[in-house]
């Protein structure tokens, strides 16, 4: 044990706590008006000393008057045997480039964590799915010009579809889907989340013969309030031009699927994309503008450097 800032600290707190680290308990005081009770909710409640855990440290514990238990705040991370930054980190790092497996075998030689690959898959996905409950919520300050496109995704040898339409003044991914298939139907489900967030002025697609068929029944028949969003189609037959607004974000949603090999589990596979598309909106910023497409938008959430832990966070506190 030693003295730092007459502060005592263990070795494990020396070993995985960087001045990051440290310097962060003054938020979290300021963050203890969110706490309240596991059991009932109630926040009429008194400290109650620390709990101590191997990886994260010292928790606060406290104590509820109204139900009389005792309790750790739920901070996004109730319960997880691991620090938040170490499985923030592993998400951001899987999501942008870095497999599970070279993920886990990161943390062995630069923390000694023993963690298993799976877990890291795990907390993937029980995040993403989190996040994108709470950002869906947001309000977006969106564009007039929609671009949208669908392509094939690698599944157990099976060639699903990944839908997406972007917002051009912004660079956002207004609105996603995944399915089997390439139908009329699945184009409409998708249409109807790309406008969800806002209405332009037109869609651009490319030639796919479900797409003026998805838009005839969508905006002609007053199935969604008598809405009317012109279609332009782009025919690269004809025009030798491809939707490359679009046809960006897909190389590198793309290139990303490349590098997991293909998805393994459907139900796994939509949550996955789920995870790059907030990647895309609101983790890395974008080459283009320098700043983050969600930051565009004028969407009211603040985040900071390490956006993922703070999109968890306000994910809990909102929830």
């Not at 929609?146 to 972007?166: L, M, N, P, S």
């Not at 956002?172 to 332009?200: M, R």
């Amino acid at each position: 044990m030693w003295l730092i800032n007459n502060i005592r600290v263990t070795h494990i707190e020396l070993l995985y706590k960087s001045p990051i680290t440290m310097k962060c308990k003054k938020v979290k005081q300021k963050e203890n008006k969110n706490v309240c009770c596991v059991f009932c909710k109630a926040q009429n409640y008194i400290k109650k000393g620390y709990r101590r855990t191997e990886y994260r440290g010292k928790i606060a514990r406290y104590y509820c008057k109204d139900c009389g238990k005792n309790f750790t705040n739920n901070d996004g991370f109730y319960r997880m045997r691991f620090n938040e930054r170490t499985i923030t980190m592993s998400i951001d790092m899987f999501v942008s480039n870095l497999s599970s497996r070279k993920m886990r075998n990161q943390l062995s030689r630069h923390f000694s964590f023993k963690v298993s690959h799976i877990t890291i898959l795990d907390w993937v996905r029980r995040y993403t799915l989190k996040v994108n409950k709470f950002i869906e919520k947001l309000g977006y300050n969106l564009g007039d010009s929609f671009y949208a496109d669908e392509t094939e995704i690698q599944r157990e040898g099976k060639h699903d579809r990944f839908w997406a339409c972007i917002d051009w003044n912004t660079r956002l991914i207004t609105g996603y889907h995944y399915s089997l298939n390439g139908s009329i139907t699945q184009a409409q489900e998708f249409i109807k989340k790309s406008v969800a967030k806002g209405k332009p002025k037109f869609i651009q697609t490319d030639a796919a013969q479900f797409y003026p068929k998805a838009f005839k029944k969508l905006f002609y028949s007053n199935k969604i309030g008598g809405l009317t969003i012109e279609h332009k189609i782009q025919n690269y037959q004809k025009t030798r031009i491809h939707n490359y607004k679009i046809e960006t974000v897909f190389m590198k949603i793309k290139d990303r699927v490349y590098d997991f090999r293909g998805f393994k589990a459907l139900w796994s596979a939509p949550i996955l994309m789920t995870a790059l598309v907030i990647q895309h909106n609101f983790i890395e910023l974008h080459s283009g503008t320098n700043e983050t497409p969600f930051e565009r938008a004028s969407v009211d959430v603040q985040v900071g450097n390490n956006r993922w832990l703070d999109l968890i966070r306000l994910a809990t506190q909102n929830n």
